[in-house]
C-alpha cells in the first residue's frame, strides 16, 4: 500500500488498494441526511471518516463537538441514533455498525444541528456545572424542582431518542454446549481454537467483530511469512473445516453467571444475527441471545488502549493509535493528513509507521519517556520524522476539530503544531470483565501499570493481551498452550504443533496518566464529560473511593462503562489522595460487556407470547356460542354469553343466574386446579395438610377443606374427593392451583418424606363442567342414561363416583358452588369438547343456559361462598367464619402458627354480608367500612368490601367484606367509604348468606 | 442522654460551607478550592452514647436525627465499606407512600412528608422528584385490590387517583394497548410518589450528620460485641474496641450476619434482587411504572437512564450478583408492557442483598440483648422508608419507646401473630 495517495472525491480519505473491504460493492448510506458512499467491509465509522467527516457527535454535558476515538465496542464519543421509525437505534456506537446499503443514521444530543448546537452554550457555564453542582444548588423554592429545573436538566440529559413504537423485530434464545469455549478471535484465540479444534473437542469460537482475527486486521504483522488477515484465513478455513467447531461472529460474550455444569458457569453471548442487514431476513431473528455453557473457558479478549488526559484531548481529531492503525490497515482509510503521534509505550509508534507506510508523513512523534528504544527512533529518523522525547502535548486546539497542538519539550520549550490528526497511545488495559463478573478481583501489574487477572472464573484461562501479555509472539504461544491444555481437561489428546514464526516486538510502556500543565480542560471520561477538575474536586469533598468517585461524578458510567476512562480517572485520584493505584482497587465491573437490548433478553415473550395462554377443552365450543372471555390467571374463561341482541353486561348475567336458579345451566369449571393423591398414606397426608378430618371420608364421597399455610393463615379451599381407599383428588381454586402444587410437594418431599404418598397435578388432563339447577338431575339422566344411578338416593349430595360412559372413563360429583342442585362431570380433557356439546344436546328440552363465572360469582356471593377476593392471603378460618372445622383430633399445617393472639384476636374482622340501606345504591369492592357517624381516618377502619355483585334474586346489589367483630353486628348500620370510587354508601350487615340460606336446593 | 443536647463542642472539625447557587457560582470563579470534605472521614474514638452500625441512608438518616432531633451528637456511624455501599446504592431510587395497612400506611405517609422536605432539612439536593408512581392493574379482582388500597390511603390523607385504561392510555401512549396478553384496566396513580437520587441522600446525610459532630467511620467493620452482664456495651471492629451506651444494627442485607455476632437468630432470609439501567435516552417514561401482570417497575433517572427491576432470583444468598433467568423474567416484562424500549439497551445489572423478614414489613425495635436496638427487614421497600426510618430509629434509641408511626414494627409481632403482611403472602420471601 505504499505511497498510494487518496482518491475519490467522494472519499477523500480512502487509501488506494488497501484494506479488507470490497471495493466492487460501493454502498451509498446517510449521517444526519446527507449522502455518502462507503464499502462493503466498512463501519459506519471508517465511512464516515473515508468521507472526511470528523464531527460525529456531541458529549453529554457541554455538548463539546466530539469526533471518532476508536475502532471497536469501547468508542465513547461517536454515538449515533441508527435506522428510523420503530427501528430507531439510540447510542448506536458508529465504529461498531457495519455498513449496508441505505444506512441511515443522525447524530444525537444536539439542537439544531450537529455544527450548531445551542447546547454548547453549556460549555459557558463549565465552572459552575462541575461535578455534583445539582447536589449543591436547585434547592430553593422548593416547589420549582419538579415545576422547571428538573424539566430542564431532564431534557438536556439523555443522548439518543428511544422509538415511541413497539420494535417489529423478533429474538431469540438458544443454549449452546461445549467443550471448549473461545472468547475472542485474535491471533491468542485463533491459536487456542486451532490447537482446541485440532484435539477433537467440542468448540466454540466467539467474537464480536464481524471477522475473525482481531488485532491481525489492523497491524501489519507477518505470520509464517503471510500477512495477518492471510493467516487468520488460513486458520478460518481449517476452523470451518473441522466438524465440532463451531464459529460465532458478531458474537458477544458479555456476562459471567452462576449455574453451570460440573461446577463451571454460564456464559451469555449476544449474536447480532441481522444487524449488518437494512432489516432482519423474513423468519431471521434481529439478534440471539446465547446461554452458552462450557467445561473449560480460554478468555483472549484482547486489550484496551487507554487515552492520555491532557487538555483538549476530546477534539475530533484526536484519536487512539491503534485505532488510526486499524482504520489505515484494515479500512484503507486516513483519518487525516496532518498527524501526529502523542505515546508513552514502544506499541504507539507503529502508528507512525504505519501511517509512513500509507503515504502520510507525521509531522512529529511526542513520546513521554526520555529514554526509548533507538530501534524506534533510528527508523523515525529514516522516515524523516521529528522526535521529541520526554516530551508531552499539553494541549490541543481547534473548534470543531483539531488543527494544532501546544507541545511542552524536555528543555521546558512550548511549541506549536499546525496537525489534524493527533494519535495517543496510553499503554494497554487488558480486557478483564469477564474476569470479574463472579466477584473476582484483578490483579495490579506494575509491568505494563494495569489491572491483569486476578482470581479468574474455574476452568476459565486467560491468555495473550487479555492477560498482560502484549506480543504477537507471546498470544500465539498462550492461547495455543492454553487450548491444548483445556482439550486435555476435557478428555481430548491435543496435537503438538509447530509454532508460528513471527518478529519481536517491542511492548515497553511508562504510564502517563494525565498532563500536569494543561490549561484547558482535559477529559477523564469523554461521553460524561467527567474532567481532571472534577477528579480533583471529588478527591477535596472526600469522594475518594473509587466507588464513590465513579458516583459523584460519573466517571465511567457512561454507555462504555468506563472503559476507556476508570483506569486514569483512578490513576489521578491515586495521585491526588498519595496513595498507590492497586491501594485504590476498582470498581465492580457488572454485566453487559457492551449494553444489550432489552428485547434480546426477551426473546419471543412478548406481546400475545409473554406468557402462555391457557385454553379449557370446551373452548372452541363456547367462542362459538358467542362467549366473551376473560384473563383468569393464564386461563381464558367465559365471562358470560350474550344471547343475540344482549348488550348490557348486567341483562346478561341476571338472565343466566336465573336460568340456573329456575331450570338448568351449564359452567366450564375445567380450570380449577385438581390434584390427584395416591399411595398407602394419601389419608394421612391429607389430614396434614386440610384443618379438617379426610381419612374418615367415605369411598365415593366428597368433603369440602380449607388448608392454611405454615403461619396459620388460609391458603386455600376446594373439594377432594375419595375415589379409592388409597386414591382421592383434590380440588383447589383455579387461581391457587400451581401455589397448592407447590405446597403439596413441599409437604410430601421436605416435612414428611417418609410418607408413601404420590401427587400429581391432573388439571389438564379432565375437562370438568358444572351442571346446575332444579333440572340437573332429569338432564344428567337422559345425558348418562344406565352409566350410573343419580337419583337422589343413589347419588346424594356429595356423592362422587368414577364410571365408564360411552367407553370412556367418566368422573361424577355432586357439589354446588351455585347452591343449586348440581353436578360436575368430568371427562378425560380431550373429549371435553364432546362432551360440552352433548350436555347441551342433553339439556335442549330444558332450555340449558350456558353460564360464564360473571354469573357463576353473583350466584357464589348470593350463597356467601368465599374465593380468592376473601382467601387474599391475611384471613384466618374463624375469619371466614371455617373456624370451626378446625380438627381437635389431629396435628395439621398452619395449627400451631394460627393460636397465636394476633391471629386468634376476636377483634378481627369476620365474614360478613352487606346490603346497601337505599336498594337502588351500587355497592364497591375495596371500600372501607366506617362505623356511622365516625370520622374517616385509619384508626377508625372498620374492614373493607371483598365482593360485590347484583343479586338477580334479590334485585339489588349485596356484597360479602370482613368487618371488625362483624359476626356480632348482624343488622347493624354501618358506612362503605370509597373516595377513590363510587363514593360512600349506607349499608346493613347481614349474614353472609343471602339465598336458600337453608341449603335445601342443592339436597334436593 | 439529655445532657448531649445542644453540646456544641461535638461540632468540631471544619466549618462548612452552605450550598447555594451563590456559593457555586463565587466558588467557580475559583476554581471550586476552597470545598471542604462534604464529611469528616472520622477516627473512631474509644466511645460514643450510640453506636450506629452501617453506613447506609437508614444509618446515616438515624444519626442525623438523633443529633438534630434529640441533641444526641456523641454518635458515630460504622461503615463496613463505603458510605451507601449497601441497598442504599443499589436500588430502583422510587418513593411512594401507596400502602394499604393501618400499620404501615403512616409511617410510609410519614417518610414522604421527610422527602418532601428533605433538601432544605439537609442542604443538599437530592432530586426528590415527585413525577407519579403509576400501579397498573389488569383485572377486575386487581381493581379492586387497588381500589382497597387507594382508599386506604386518603383516609389517612394520602392522595391517590384510580385511573381507567383510557387514562392510562394519555398518560403512557407507549405501553401496549394493542396485543398485550394481559390487556391495561387502569391503574393507582399517587401523584406525590416519584423517586430521589439515592447516592444523593446517602451523602445528604452523611454531610448534616458530620456537620452535627456525628463521626462517620468507614472501612470499619463489626466483628463482634462486647458484653457485660449481659448488656451489650460496645462493638469489637476491625479498627479496635469501641464502647457505647446503646448500639442500633441498621445493616440491611447483612442483618441476619451481625445479629449472629450478638447471637440473634431473626426472621429474617437474605435473597438477592437485581436491578437493571439502561444506556440514556431523552425524557420517555415521564414516573414510575409498575407492571401488575408479571414483577416489573421501570422509572427513568433524570440523567436519562431507564432504570427498573422485578422478582427477587429466588434463592438465599449474600452475593451482590444476580443469574440470568431473572435478567430475562424482567425484561420480559418490560417488552410485554411496553415495546417500545425493545431496542433500548442494558447497560447494567447489579445485585442487592435483601433482608427478607417473614411479613414483608420491617422491624424497628429493642432486642432481647440490652443495649442493642434493631432496624432491619426492610425487604426490597428500604430506599423509600430512609427518612422516617432514620426518624424512627432515632426516636427509639433516644427515648426506648417506639416512635407512634413505627408502633407496629415490633420483633415479637411474628410470635404474636400480629402480623404486617401488605400481600398476603404470607412468611415465603421467595413469593414477595
Redesign the interface.
Same mark, same amino acid.
Given at each position: 500500500m505504499n505511497a498510494s495517495g487518496p482518491q475519490e472525491s467522494a472519499q477523500p480519505n480512502r487509501l488506494a488498494g488497501a484494506g479488507l473491504i470490497d471495493r466492487i460493492r460501493p454502498l451509498s448510506f446517510q449521517f444526519d441526511g446527507k449522502r455518502y458512499t462507503g464499502f462493503d467491509g466498512d463501519t459506519l465509522a471508517s465511512a464516515l471518516l473515508a468521507a472526511g467527516v470528523r464531527l460525529v457527535g456531541r458529549s453529554f454535558k457541554y455538548h463539546r463537538p466530539r469526533g471518532i476515538l476508536t475502532a471497536g465496542s469501547e468508542e465513547p464519543n461517536a454515538l449515533v441514533e441508527l435506522r428510523s421509525g420503530s427501528r430507531r437505534e439510540a447510542n448506536t456506537r458508529a465504529t461498531v455498525v457495519e455498513l449496508f446499503e441505505g444506512l441511515e443514521a443522525r447524530s444525537q444530543n444536539r439542537w439544531p444541528s450537529l455544527a450548531l448546537d445551542v447546547g454548547a452554550v453549556n460549555s459557558l457555564f463549565a465552572p459552575i456545572f462541575v461535578a455534583g453542582f445539582y447536589y449543591k444548588t436547585f434547592m430553593w423554592p422548593a416547589v420549582l424542582w419538579e415545576k422547571l429545573y428538573e424539566p430542564v436538566i431532564r431534557r438536556a440529559a439523555g443522548l439518543g431518542r428511544a422509538s415511541t413504537e413497539a420494535d417489529p423485530d423478533t429474538y431469540e434464545k438458544a443454549y449452546a454446549f461445549c467443550d471448549v469455549l473461545i472468547i475472542g478471535a485474535g491471533p491468542a484465540g485463533l491459536a487456542a481454537a486451532l490447537s482446541t479444534a485440532r484435539s477433537g473437542a467440542r468448540v466454540i469460537l466467539c467474537d464480536e467483530d464481524f471477522l475473525l482475527g482481531g488485532r491481525l486486521n489492523g497491524e501489519r504483522y507477518e505470520i509464517d511469512g503471510v500477512s495477518g488477515p492471510a493467516w487468520t484465513r488460513q486458520v478460518e478455513a481449517e476452523l470451518r473445516a473441522s466438524p465440532e467447531t463451531r464459529i460465532l461472529r458478531r458474537t458477544t460474550v458479555f456476562g459471567v453467571y452462576d449455574g453451570g455444569m460440573s461446577g463451571t458457569h454460564t456464559f451469555a453471548a449476544l449474536q447480532r444475527v441481522s444487524d449488518h442487514l437494512a432489516i432482519p431476513p423474513a423468519h431471521q431473528p434481529r439478534q440471539r441471545l446465547w446461554r452458552i455453557i462450557a467445561q473449560r473457558t480460554v478468555l483472549a479478549a484482547g486489550a484496551l488502549e487507554r487515552p492520555i488526559v491532557f487538555g483538549g484531548n476530546d477534539r475530533p481529531g484526536v484519536m487512539m493509535a491503534s485505532a488510526v492503525r486499524t482504520y489505515v490497515n484494515r479500512f484503507g482509510v486516513i483519518p487525516g493528513r496532518h498527524a501526529a503521534l502523542f505515546t508513552t509505550s514502544d506499541d504507539g509508534w507503529k502508528t507512525a509507521f504505519d501511517l509512513a507506510a500509507a503515504g502520510v508523513r507525521l509531522a512529529a512523534i511526542i513520546d513521554a519517556r526520555s529514554v526509548v528504544a533507538p530501534v524506534l527512533t533510528e527508523e523515525a529518523k529514516r522516515l524523516d520524522t521529528r522526535v521529541f522525547c520526554g516530551a508531552q502535548v499539553v494541549d490541543a486546539h481547534g473548534s470543531r476539530a483539531l488543527e494544532r497542538i501546544t507541545v511542552r519539550e524536555d528543555a521546558g520549550r512550548l511549541s506549536q503544531l499546525q496537525i489534524d490528526t493527533l494519535a495517543v497511545s496510553g499503554g494497554w488495559n487488558p480486557n478483564v470483565a469477564l474476569c470479574t463478573h463472579l466477584g473476582g478481583r484483578p490483579r495490579w501489574s506494575d509491568a505494563i501499570a494495569a489491572f491483569v487477572p486476578g482470581d479468574v472464573p474455574r476452568g476459565m484461562a486467560v491468555v495473550g493481551a487479555a492477560a498482560g501479555s502484549f506480543s504477537l509472539k507471546d498470544a500465539l504461544r498462550e492461547g495455543a498452550a492454553a487450548g491444548a491444555a483445556a482439550a486435555e481437561a476435557t478428555g481430548f489428546k491435543s496435537v503438538k504443533h509447530r509454532e508460528p514464526r513471527v518478529t519481536d516486538e517491542l511492548t515497553a510502556v511508562v504510564p502517563l496518566w494525565c498532563v500536569s500543565e494543561s490549561k484547558t480542560k482535559a477529559f477523564v471520561d469523554f461521553q460524561h464529560d467527567v474532567t481532571r477538575e472534577d477528579v480533583a474536586l471529588a478527591a477535596r469533598e472526600g469522594f475518594s473511593s473509587v466507588e464513590l468517585l465513579k458516583r459523584y461524578t460519573t466517571l465511567g458510567m457512561a454507555t462504555d462503562q468506563g472503559k476507556t476512562s476508570s483506569l486514569n480517572g483512578h490513576a489521578i485520584m491515586a495521585a491526588l489522595t498519595e496513595r498507590a493505584i492497586p491501594e485504590l482497587g476498582t470498581t465492580t465491573s457488572r454485566p453487559p460487556y457492551t449494553p444489550v437490548a432489552l428485547a434480546a433478553f426477551a426473546g419471543v415473550h412478548r406481546g400475545k407470547h409473554f406468557k402462555p395462554t391457557r385454553l379449557t377443552s370446551g373452548h372452541a365450543w363456547a367462542e362459538g356460542r358467542g362467549a366473551t372471555f376473560m384473563e383468569s390467571g393464564e386461563w381464558l374463561r367465559a365471562q358470560w354469553f350474550a344471547a343475540p341482541g344482549e348488550t348490557d353486561w348486567l341483562t346478561i348475567i341476571t338472565r343466566e343466574v336465573r336460568a340456573v336458579r329456575s331450570g338448568v345451566g351449564v359452567c366450564d369449571v375445567s380450570t380449577l386446579g385438581k390434584i390427584d393423591i395416591q399411595g398407602e398414606d394419601a389419608a394421612a397426608f391429607l389430614d396434614r395438610v386440610y384443618i379438617n378430618l379426610f381419612s374418615t371420608l367415605p369411598i365415593g364421597k366428597v368433603r369440602y377443606g380449607l388448608m392454611l399455610r405454615e403461619d396459620g393463615l388460609v391458603l386455600d379451599d376446594g373439594t377432594s374427593a375419595r375415589l379409592a381407599p388409597q386414591q382421592y383428588l383434590m380440588s383447589t381454586t383455579t387461581a391457587n392451583a400451581a401455589k397448592v402444587m407447590r405446597h403439596l410437594e413441599h409437604a410430601r418431599q421436605v416435612l414428611w418424606p417418609e410418607l408413601d404418598v404420590q401427587i400429581v397435578s391432573v388439571t389438564e388432563q379432565w375437562a370438568q363442567y358444572a351442571i346446575a339447577g332444579p333440572n340437573a338431575r332429569r338432564l344428567l339422566e337422559r345425558l348418562l342414561g344406565d352409566a350410573i344411578d343419580v337419583s337422589n338416593a343413589a347419588f346424594p349430595y356429595l356423592a362422587c363416583a368414577e364410571f365408564s360412559w360411552r367407553g370412556v372413563t367418566a368422573r361424577l360429583f355432586r357439589i354446588s358452588f351455585s347452591g343449586e342442585l348440581a353436578y360436575e362431570l368430568a371427562v378425560p380433557a380431550r373429549y371435553g369438547d364432546a362432551a360440552i356439546r352433548a350436555i347441551m344436546s342433553a339439556g335442549e328440552d330444558f332450555g340449558i343456559t350456558p353460564y360464564g363465572i360473571e354469573a357463576l360469582g353473583a350466584m357464589r356471593i348470593e350463597k356467601g361462598h368465599v374465593t380468592g377476593n376473601e382467601l387474599n392471603g391475611t384471613t384466618t378460618a374463624a375469619d371466614l367464619g371455617l373456624g370451626r372445622m378446625m380438627s381437635k383430633k389431629k396435628d395439621f399445617i398452619g395449627r400451631v402458627l394460627a393460636r397465636r393472639a394476633g391471629l386468634a384476636d376476636a377483634n378481627r374482622a369476620a365474614l360478613v354480608g352487606i346490603k346497601p340501606t337505599d336498594k337502588s345504591a351500587r355497592l364497591y369492592a375495596g371500600a372501607h367500612f366506617l362505623t356511622l357517624g365516625a370520622e374517616v381516618s385509619l384508626q377508625n377502619d372498620q374492614g373493607y368490601v371483598t365482593s360485590v355483585a347484583f343479586s338477580p334474586m334479590l334485585g339489588h346489589w349485596i356484597g360479602l367484606g370482613l368487618l371488625v367483630r362483624g359476626q356480632e353486628r348482624l343488622g347493624e348500620r354501618i358506612r362503605a367509604h370509597s373516595p377513590i370510587r363510587g363514593g360512600d354508601v349506607d349499608v346493613e350487615v347481614v349474614a353472609s348468606v343471602f339465598f336458600d340460606p337453608e341449603g335445601a336446593r342443592l339436597q334436593s | 442522654m439529655a445532657r448531649y443536647a445542644g453540646d456544641s463542642t461535638a461540632r468540631l472539625g471544619f466549618a462548612l460551607m452552605r450550598?447555594?447557587?451563590f456559593?457555586?457560582?463565587r466558588q467557580? &470563579?475559583s =476554581?471550586?478550592?476552597a470545598?471542604?470534605?462534604?464529611?469528616r472521614?472520622a477516627a473512631p474514638k474509644s466511645a460514643y452514647d450510640v453506636v450506629i452500625i452501617g453506613g447506609g441512608g437508614h444509618g446515616l438518616a438515624t444519626a442525623h436525627y438523633l443529633a438534630k432531633i434529640h441533641g444526641i451528637s456523641n454518635v458515630a456511624v460504622l461503615e463496613k465499606?463505603?458510605?451507601?455501599?449497601g441497598n442504599a446504592?443499589r436500588n430502583t431510587t422510587i418513593i411512594r407512600s401507596n400502602y394499604l395497612l393501618?400499620g404501615n400506611?403512616?409511617f410510609y405517609e410519614w417518610s414522604m412528608k421527610l422527602w418532601?422536605?428533605l433538601?432544605?432539612d439537609l442542604?443538599?439536593?437530592? @432530586?426528590?422528584?415527585?413525577?407519579g408512581v403509576l400501579n397498573l392493574y389488569?383485572?377486575d379482582?386487581q381493581?379492586?385490590?387497588?381500589?382497597?388500597?387507594?382508599?386506604?390511603m386518603? @383516609?389517612?390523607g394520602v392522595d391517590?387517583? &384510580?385511573l381507567d385504561a383510557e387514562a392510562v392510555r394519555r398518560m403512557l401512549?407507549?405501553l401496549?394497548f394493542n396485543?398485550?396478553?394481559?390487556?391495561i384496566h387502569g391503574g393507582l396513580l399517587q401523584r406525590r410518589g416519584g423517586t430521589a437520587?439515592h447516592?444523593?441522600v446517602v451523602?445528604?446525610y452523611a454531610r448534616a450528620a458530620s456537620d452535627r459532630g456525628v463521626d462517620i467511620i468507614?472501612n470499619c467493620e463489626v466483628t463482634g460485641f462486647i458484653r457485660e452482664a449481659g448488656t451489650i456495651v460496645g462493638v469489637e471492629t476491625t479498627r479496635g474496641s469501641i464502647r457505647a451506651g446503646k448500639i442500633g444494627m441498621a445493616v440491611a442485607g447483612s442483618t441476619s450476619r451481625v445479629a449472629e455476632l450478638a447471637g440473634l437468630k431473626l426472621p429474617i432470609e437474605s435473597h438477592v434482587l437485581q436491578a437493571f439501567v439502561?444506556?440514556?435516552?431523552?425524557?420517555?417514561i415521564p414516573g414510575v411504572v409498575t407492571f401488575g401482570?408479571?414483577h416489573f417497575y421501570i422509572s427513568?433517572s433524570?440523567?436519562?437512564g431507564l432504570v427498573f427491576g422485578g422478582d427477587l432470583d429466588g434463592y438465599n444468598s449474600y452475593?451482590?450478583?444476580g443469574?440470568?433467568p431473572t435478567?430475562?423474567d424482567?425484561?420480559? =416484562?418490560? @417488552?410485554?408492557l411496553m415495546?417500545?424500549?425493545?431496542?433500548?439497551?442494558? &447497560?447494567?445489572?447489579?445485585g442487592g442483598v435483601m433482608d427478607m423478614s @417473614?411479613d414483608g414489613s420491617p422491624i424497628i425495635d429493642r432486642t432481647v440483648i440490652a443495649g442493642l436496638y434493631l432496624n432491619a427487614g426492610w425487604c426490597y421497600g428500604g430506599f423509600k422508608a430512609t427518612p422516617a426510618s432514620g426518624w424512627c430509629f432515632a426516636h427509639l434509641l433516644a427515648r426506648d419507646e417506639p416512635h407512634a408511626v413505627a408502633r407496629a414494627y415490633r420483633l415479637d409481632?411474628f410470635?404474636? =401473630?400480629? &402480623?404486617l403482611?401488605e400481600?398476603?403472602?404470607?412468611?415465603?420471601p421467595n413469593l414477595h
Open positions: - | 450550598y447555594s447557587i456559593n457555586l457560582v467557580a &470563579l =476554581g471550586h478550592r470545598w471542604g470534605p462534604a464529611w472521614d465499606g463505603w458510605i451507601g455501599s446504592g393501618a400506611n403512616p418532601e422536605g433538601e432544605q442542604n443538599y439536593n437530592a @432530586m426528590v422528584s415527585q413525577r389488569h383485572s379482582a381493581r379492586d385490590t387497588y381500589a382497597r388500597r387507594g382508599n386506604a386518603r @383516609m389517612h391517590a387517583e &384510580l401512549p407507549f401496549d396485543g398485550a396478553r394481559f390487556p437520587r447516592d444523593a451523602w445528604g468507614q439502561s444506556e440514556a435516552i431523552k425524557p420517555f401482570a408479571g427513568q433524570d440523567k436519562g452475593a451482590q450478583r443469574n440470568l435478567v430475562e424482567v425484561c420480559e =416484562g418490560a @417488552m410485554a415495546p417500545a424500549i425493545g431496542r433500548v439497551r442494558v &447497560l447494567r445489572s447489579w @417473614m409481632r410470635a404474636t =401473630g400480629h &402480623l403482611d400481600r398476603g403472602v404470607g412468611a415465603q
